[in-house]
């Protein structure tokens, strides 16, 4: 599968053509890590293959990258890019939900490539968004085109992932932040309620202790141990044995449980909320990109007029947000993609 840039990137590289380089991509998570191999072509990636392997089975990133080679018979290969979920300095690395120390330096040592890179998850999502068809955004609201400004990016999944794109006038450079651990903030006497709830937990309330699959499970239990919404016992079976967002997902479209849809309807409350604060930081008046795990898995749940509504309540600032465009990233793998495509294309 070929995939070229259709935003415009800030990626020097791609004038030098940097063509048939070898690169292994990595996309690390707490749940699965995906590898793929790519070889540079015309501007743009194409990926060979990929693998997934179950992170917590492994002692180590190397464990699986050694795997990985020898499962492919891969060699020679020049470059890797590591997309982590957490912050990257100097190289380095400590993502609390792997529980693994990486470093750049190590696998340019142990695997003789010729460079490594390793950027945060998001930032390399960024990246990868820059290849996405019209096809793979589904829009909430649209106006305007996404390179005319700064752009914001929003994903909920395993943690909450906050990134956007700088508009330099010409190029989209990516960039990214930790604001998923900003401080989260109540707004009605019911929210107060939660946060202290939350509070008891946590101490520090962070927004990815609200807008993340973790979050999902705070808002679900707030509701069913201190407000007493009712949970069909069926119900508590299927979210013990299941996947449970999955779970709270179906019962809230399948079997219209009602603690389940006040759970979706206050998490995408929130999550509205969110994409207001990061837009106004970041002045995204290029746009608004939703991706992460959750906004893709309830897609179909989402009241987009209902959302846009609620995005665009501010103080002073609604005539600008009104006019932001938001979309939904339909497409999975953009995070390894985008990695890839940035190993391929860096330029010291």
């Known amino acids: 599968m070929n995939l070229n840039p259709k935003f415009p990137l800030y990626l020097p590289g791609v004038k030098n053509r940097n063509n048939n380089v070898s690169i292994i991509g990595a996309n690390l998570r707490e749940d699965i890590t995906t590898l793929g191999y790519y070889v540079s072509e015309n501007g743009g990636i194409e990926i060979k293959f990929q693998n997934n392997y179950r992170t917590k089975e492994y002692s180590s990133f190397s464990a699986i990258l050694k795997i990985f080679i020898e499962e492919r018979q891969l060699h020679d290969v020049k470059r890797l890019g590591m997309a982590v979920p957490g912050p990257v300095i100097d190289g380095k690395s400590s993502p609390a939900r792997l529980n693994w120390g990486l470093d750049i330096e190590e696998y340019k040592k142990d695997f003789g490539f010729d460079r490594v890179y390793m950027l945060n998850d998001l930032e390399s999502s960024a990246y990868g968004m820059g290849l996405l068809e019209d096809s793979d955004l589904d829009a909430i609201y649209t106006s305007g085109h996404l390179e005319k400004g700064n752009v914001a990016i929003l994903a909920p999944g395993n943690g909450l992932g906050e990134a956007g794109y700088y508009f330099d006038g010409q190029y989209l450079r990516p960039f990214a932040t930790e604001g998923g651990h900003s401080e989260f903030s109540p707004r009605t006497n019911v929210e107060v309620e939660f946060y202290q709830f939350l509070n008891n937990i946590y101490g520090i309330v962070s927004w990815e202790n609200v807008l993340s699959k973790t979050g999902l499970f705070n808002i679900y239990r707030f509701l069913r141990d201190v407000k007493r919404h009712p949970e069909p016992e069926w119900l508590s079976e299927r979210l013990v044995n299941g996947n449970f967002t999955e779970e709270i997902y179906k019962a809230a479209v399948e079997d219209d449980v009602m603690i389940c849809k006040i759970t979706l309807d206050t998490f995408l409350e929130f999550l509205a909320r969110e994409a207001n604060n ?28 209902d959302f846009y509504e609620k995005f665009k309540i501010s103080d002073k600032m609604e005539d600008m947000l009104r006019n932001i465009p938001l979309y939904l990233v339909k497409k999975e793998n953009v ?11 860096y330029q010291e």
């Not at 002045?283 to 989402?302: E, H, R, V």
């Not at 995070?335 to 294309?345: D, T, V």
Request: aromatic share 8%; glycine share 10%.
């Open 278 to 305: 990061l837009t106004l930081k970041l002045k995204a008046t290029g746009g608004l990109l939703i991706s992460g795990d959750i906004p893709q898995l309830i897609q179909n749940y989402i009241n987009k007029e």
């Open 335 to 345: 995070a390894l993609h985008g990695i890839a495509l940035y190993s391929a294309y």
